[in-house]
């Protein structure tokens, strides 16, 4: 079941003509995955998981005051990042909004020296629970 997070559409999200700017939709979908690791205990992940590929799709706009409901689930879990999937529904207007995936890498930053590492089993394992069916 994939993790699911819910959230309004600000002003500070929108240009002139009141839709949401495709910068908007990352900042949601990172905002979910922060609450992802945070309902699943491993927030301090987010410290080792720079973004390595992101990949979006735009079929519906999200317009101030929408209500956006952002759903994350993994893709593939290699041995040094993971790749997830991602689409944003539109709860207001019940459409799809936009859907992609993103990949980060898992790293070590000793002595400020930055290189892929194996992903934390504990990790993997929460990524993997947005497979499974209640």
Do not use: Q
């Amino acid at each position: 079941m994939p993790f699911r997070a819910k959230y309004y559409v600000y002003w500070a999200d929108t240009d002139a003509a009141g839709i949401a700017h495709f910068t908007s939709f990352l900042r949601l979908i990172e905002r979910a995955e922060e609450d992802f690791y945070r309902e699943n205990g491993i927030l301090h992940y987010h410290a080792i998981a720079p973004r390595r590929e992101l990949f979006i799709t735009y079929t519906s706009p999200l317009k101030r005051g929408d209500v956006a409901i952002v759903e994350l689930w993994l893709d593939e879990a290699r041995t040094r990042a993971i790749r997830y999937r991602f689409r944003i529904i539109n709860e207001t207007t019940g459409k799809n909004a936009a859907e992609g995936y993103l990949v980060f890498t898992c790293i070590s930053n000793e002595g400020g020296e930055l290189r892929a590492v194996s992903c934390p089993e504990e990790l993997v394992n929460a990524w993997k629970r947005t497979l499974s069916v209640s």
